[in-house]
Every structure is written in structure tokens, then in C-alpha cells.
């Protein structure tokens, strides 16, 4: 059975950084898999923020380039999500997903708290 489970999260002033770690494990083809990060506010959607593929190709959202990096480190099958320069914007549930054509995998969230 695939188990992601996310570490990291808290409460940081406006302007702080936090590294989010997201470890896979349950199945030996999660090296494969595309993995990203997502957040959910209260009151709205969940929103695909960063991911990166397995050969390391990154994709973000308008509003966290330059500020957020995301890594991987496929021995571990972990991925991880650098926030810098936070605002308070960016609180919310945030989510790691592991995936590929037919599975998707996600972890049970943790919360970033940004306080201004």
C-alpha cells in the first residue's frame, strides 16, 4: 500500500521560509511517478503549486515562482518543497501528490500558517 506522509509545515511571520518534505514508500515503481505539491484555503479549491517529473523537469504556479523551489531525491522517493519569502497568501492545507497515468497518490496534508 503507497503512503505519502508530508513533514515540515507551521507557523512562520510573513517573510520566513519552510521546507515541506513529502516521503513515498509502498511501491517500487514511485521512482517513476511525476510528483508535486498542492495547497487547499479554507473555502477554496486545491491547487496544484509546484511538481516535478522524475528526471527533475519543474513546473510552478505564477504566484510562487522565485520564491518556492521544489527537489527530489528519488533514492529516497522524497520530494521536497523550499517556501521562502512567504506571505500570507500562501497559508493554506498543503498536499504532496505522487502520480502517473492510472495512479495517484496523495498525503494527508500539512498546515502552513503564514501570520503578518
Known amino acids: 500500500q503507497v503512503q505519502l506522509v508530508e513533514s515540515g509545515g507551521g507557523l512562520v511571520q510573513a517573510g520566513g521560509s519552510l521546507r515541506l518534505s513529502c516521503a513515498a514508500s509502498?511501491?517500487?515503481?514511485?521512482?517513476?511517478?511525476?510528483m508535486g505539491w498542492y495547497r487547499q484555503a479554507p473555502g477554496k479549491e486545491r491547487d496544484l503549486v509546484a511538481s516535478i517529473t522524475s528526471g527533475g523537469d519543474t513546473n510552478y504556479v505564477d504566484s510562487v515562482k522565485g520564491r518556492f523551489t521544489i527537489s527530489r531525491d528519488n533514492a529516497k522517493n522524497t520530494v521536497y518543497l523550499q517556501m521562502n519569502n512567504l506571505k500570507s497568501e500562501d497559508t493554506a492545507v498543503y498536499y504532496c501528490?505522487?502520480?502517473?497515468?492510472?495512479?495517484?497518490?496523495w498525503g494527508q496534508g500539512t498546515q502552513v500558517t503564514v501570520s503578518s
Open positions: 501528490r505522487s502520480w502517473r497515468p492510472g495512479r495517484s497518490y
Open positions: 509502498g511501491s517500487s515503481m514511485l521512482s517513476i511517478n511525476k
